[in-house]
């Protein structure tokens, strides 16, 4: 029985399906069986009110998040926004999430949803770069497999070796997003790039993060229709890096750096190699920051003292069995020179970089650990992704489809429309994630979609997309962030601290997001202009759901629920708040922390140098 090609097969979701169970039918037999046994009619997702033309793009520029969910709890699985006239589907039910990343480019495609990415973003011409796209994937995914980490790995961890000292000061106070933020971009950037784009003339590496980092914050607005005139500070950042990655390419060693082979491969234009490799640059740095941040502040939480503590003698473990002890002081075993009864100044004459077979040691055991998904460090690592995962991921209808969802209803879309699901509000549904999605708990299960092939089964879920379309450089990414996390436990103990910042920020590292809403207050909290004059305007001329679902404006007693809800989100992960809330209204990326997180940082000794 062939299948109507504009249908598809979304019936996958074994567990949730009464009717496959009761009649023990294949994928197929069940999703006919939906179709015309029970006859299901066909509808397009609801159209959430909105404002004229601006339809819903200021509550959901506004609110991020928070305002996807809100939609979700009142209008169900499958809704549609209006952006500024372009539609976007939203869908939540698991089958559906399956075929978005599954179905193939004729059915749903990936370029159409992008292009305001590459193109605006980044400035690469679809006409051209397209054709070359999945040539360029398929050659970044093969530079970064696993057998090719060992060195990348033993690479970081001598720009770890190097910068730590610098970055987590011997008792002091650091503020835990900015260290890891340098510690990551630093080293990273001179694994993939190479040394010289760290080495620009006027400031150098530390210039390059303040300029990269500047142009991040500014990326989910360039995307935007807004024109680019005003948005002056992302116009500078973004012409900054692009004349430094130009000229990083004349350097000879950039040729046998991963991006260099990767430009060599390519076969791009030379006027648009700085183009693509900002595009490597961003996606390289944007998410791994945080995940590495996130992933050591989870490990960090009192309740998961328990976690750090395993993480670290995993290590020891492996260093004890390879006979490496002798060089190596375990790290679970020794003591934050705070509670030794050295001098500080004794403390910070110890501080010089490890020996080099000791780092040596305790980087390819950390390295094992990483790479290997049972492991506790890595589970940790996925966990904490899958807690702070990014807001949206996008396709396009490339023509007119009937997507089936778990429970055999039927939503159809027209060619052209584009389709987002949300991995955030996705990961935080106690269907997918049992028993308590909002708990931090790296024995949970994975999650499994269909029949696991378009999203690979794994507890950090959605993280990572699809498809063919899925990052290529995942396993880098697991591995790096993995092993920072192992290197800085075992360099420092790390503890919060309630005081606020007692040192004077660096330039280039203050912090991001102090300004932006975390909670969308009126979401929660009412209706705070509900008397003014203009909102009774607006609500008048047209009328209240528009104004309602259009400026994001909810009433206190009909978001009560919605509220907690929302007040967990921010604090995911961790009950008691310790950790800074993570900023909701970002769609694209890992989330950031909307505030400081201050920590004492005490160098671990080595009861050698003792
Ligand atoms: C925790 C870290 C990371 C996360 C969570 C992440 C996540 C993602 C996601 C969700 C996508 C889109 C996939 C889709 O739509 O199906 C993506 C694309 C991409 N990622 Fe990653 N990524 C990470 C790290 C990295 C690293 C380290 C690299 C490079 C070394 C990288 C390179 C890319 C590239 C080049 C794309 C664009 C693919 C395209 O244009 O089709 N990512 N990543």
């Given amino acids: 029985m062939m299948r109507k090609k504009s249908e598809i097969a979304c019936c996958s979701h074994k567990r949730d399906c009464k009717m496959r169970k009761l009649l023990q039918a294949d994928d197929v037999s069940c999703n006919y069986l939906h179709l015309f046994v029970l006859g299901r009619k066909t509808k397009e997702a609801l159209r959430i009110p909105g404002l004229p033309l601006l339809g819903n793009v200021v509550a959901l520029g506004k609110y991020g998040v928070a305002y996807i969910s809100k939609c979700r709890s009142k209008f169900g699985d499958s809704f549609t926004l209006s952006l500024c006239g372009q539609r976007m589907t939203f869908l939540f039910d698991p089958a559906m999430i399956d075929a978005f990343f599954k179905s193939p480019d004729s059915e749903i495609t990936f370029r159409p949803a992008v292009e305001q990415f590459t193109q605006r973003v980044f400035g690469l011409p679809s006409k051209e770069f397209f054709p070359k796209h999945a040539h360029i994937l398929r050659d970044l995914r093969h530079l970064l497999v696993p057998s090719e980490l060992l060195g990348h790995a033993m690479k970081l961890t001598s720009k770890f070796n190097f910068l730590r000292v610098s970055l987590f000061l011997c008792d002091g106070q650091v503020e835990l997003f900015s260290a890891v933020r340098s510690l990551v971009f630093r080293s990273a950037v001179a694994v993939l790039f190479g040394d010289s784009l760290l080495s620009i003339p006027d400031g150098g590496a530390e210039e390059l993060e303040h300029t990269f980092f500047a142009f991040e914050e500014g990326f989910e607005l360039a995307a935007s229709p807004i024109p680019h005139m005003f948005q002056p500070g992302f116009c500078t950042s973004r012409q900054k890096l692009l004349t430094w990655l130009e000229a990083a390419c004349k350097d000879p060693a950039f040729r046998e750096t991963t991006c260099g082979k990767l430009v060599e491969m390519s076969g791009l234009r030379s006027t648009l190699v700085p183009h693509m490799l900002l595009a490597v640059l961003w996606a390289s740095q944007a998410n791994t920051v945080p995940a590495t941040f996130w992933s050591l502040a989870m490990l960090m939480l009192p309740e998961n003292k328990d ?296 160098v671990r000794h080595s009861k050698s140098s003792l």
């Avoid at 809330?581 to 004492?600: A, D, F, H, T, W």
């Fill in 307 to 602: 976690y750090a503590e395993t993480v670290l003698s995993d290590v020891d473990d492996i260093v004890m069995k390879r006979g490496d002890s002798n060089n190596v002081v375990l790290a679970a075993s020794t003591k934050p020179c705070s509670e030794s009864s050295m001098e500080s100044s004794d403390r910070l004459s110890m501080e010089p970089v490890l020996k080099d077979e000791q780092l040596s040691a305790i980087a390819k055991a950390s390295f094992q650990l990483a790479t290997d998904r049972r492991s506790l460090i890595s589970r940790c690592v996925a966990e904490a992704i899958r807690l702070r995962v990014h807001s949206i991921d996008l396709r396009m209808a490339a023509q007119d489809i009937t997507l089936i969802s778990s429970s055999g209803s039927k939503v159809s879309l027209p060619k052209g429309r584009l389709m987002a699901i949300c991995p955030f509000e996705t990961h935080h549904c106690s269907d997918l994630f049992p028993p308590e999605a909002f708990r931090f708990n790296p024995n949970r299960q994975h999650l499994v979609l269909g029949d696991g092939t378009a999203v690979p089964p794994s507890l950090s879920g959605l993280a990572f997309g699809g498809g063919p379309y899925r990052c290529p450089g995942r396993f880098f990414a697991e591995m790096e962030v993995a092993l920072f996390v192992q290197l800085i436990l075992w360099h420092v103990d790390l503890t919060f601290t309630n005081e606020t910042a007692v040192f004077k920020e660096e330039p280039g590292t203050e912090h991001q997001n102090n300004q932006s809403t975390v909670l969308p207050t009126n979401l929660t909290h009412g209706r705070p202009q509900a008397g003014s004059t203009l909102s009774k305007v607006l609500h008048l001329l047209i009328g209240d759901e528009a104004v309602v679902w259009g400026l994001g404006v909810f009433d206190v007693a009909a978001s009560e629920t919605g509220s907690k809800l929302l007040q967990r989100w921010i604090n995911s992960g961790d009950e008691d708040g310790l950790l800074p809330p993570c900023n909701l209204q970002r769609l694209v990326g890992i989330k950031v922390p909307s505030e400081p997180c201050y920590v004492r940082a005490m």
